[in-house]
């Protein structure tokens, strides 16, 4: 698939790599496709337009992120390396510590994200640094399920 | 009628006069005249997709919902009011996006089911089906 080079949101996918892995879709986002639902748009808007699971605070704030994300599983963890047995995902924060974005983890050198919108991409944790959707702040992880 | 205009190119006398005149012409037609009519739609037109276009631009990457709904070019077309729901219609039928929170600014309405909440298409439909039975058809422009 193509490689994305975004500079102006992400200056670090320039060097770093962003590969085009889906369509563009308004269909989900980056919250759903790391929550593994891509049917709705997760977000805990004032205008209740994005779905939220209704047990969890309905706020922009890290916890209430970190709740839904607990709510299947996953459990706070130190970095982002990979763990064989594993599943991980990670939260990024702008400066004043909102939600901005959430990756889930492929490999043991790649992440997939989908950008709003837009494709779905492949990329490191670095290449989409730094730019619109802050840093990667927060990990959280649960057990691989056995298929 | 007599106005005080300013000029913002150096026009000679005679055409600081042509214009004053062409500027009175319109005031005299405006509410009559059906062309005058055009000109303005066509102009609100062109400032609409103008909006729109900068509006997704500039949130093409962003998840969260309250960016997208307080962009200012989005609260821009909400300030054009009624005028714009054709356009807007017009738009989430063909070129979609999160419209949504505009039309509800705008009508005062909110016609998405609570099971539709998050589900893009269901949202979607939902105010479609709501313009068709309101025949809100679309408003022509000339550009």
């Known amino acids: ?147 | 009628m007599k106005t005080e205009t300013e000029f913002n190119i150096p026009f000679s006398s005679v055409g600081k006069t042509t214009s004053i005149s062409f500027s009175n012409c319109i005031r005299l037609y405006e509410g009559n005249s059906l062309f005058v009519k055009q000109k303005k739609i066509s102009k609100e037109y062109r400032d609409f997709i103008n909006l729109k276009d900068k509006w997704k631009e500039e949130t093409m990457f962003e998840s969260n919902l309250n960016n997208i709904f307080s962009n200012s070019n989005y609260v821009d077309i909400i300030k054009f009011g009624a005028n714009v729901l054709p356009w807007i219609i017009k738009d989430l039928r063909k070129d979609g996006g999160y419209w949504f929170v505009a039309l509800t600014k705008i009508t005062g309405l909110n016609p998405i089911r609570e099971t539709s909440r998050g589900v893009y298409e269901e949202m979607k439909k939902d105010w479609l089906s709501w313009a068709d039975n309101n025949y809100l058809n679309e408003r022509s422009v000339t550009t």
Request: charged share 25%; glycine share 6%.
């Open chain 1, 1 to 147: 698939m193509n490689d994305l080079s975004l500079p102006k949101d992400f200056p670090n996918s320039v060097a770093e790599p962003f590969t085009i892995t889906s369509p563009i879709t308004r269909n989900y986002n980056c919250i759903a496709w790391a929550f593994g639902d891509d049917s709705k748009w997760y977000w805990p808007d004032d205008y209740g337009i994005g779905f939220w699971p209704i047990p969890l605070k309905r706020e922009c704030s890290s916890e209430s992120f970190v709740d839904l994300f607990k709510s299947i599983g996953f459990v706070p963890c130190k970095t982002d390396k990979y763990e064989t047995n594993f599943e991980k995902i990670a939260l990024f924060l702008d400066v004043h510590g909102f939600p901005t974005h959430a990756a889930k983890q492929i490999d043991e050198h790649k992440w997939s994200s989908k950008l709003g919108e837009h494709h779905d991409v492949s990329h490191t944790i670095k290449s989409i640094e730094d730019g619109l959707y802050g840093k990667a702040i927060i990990f959280m992880k649960r057990k691989k399920m056995v298929k």
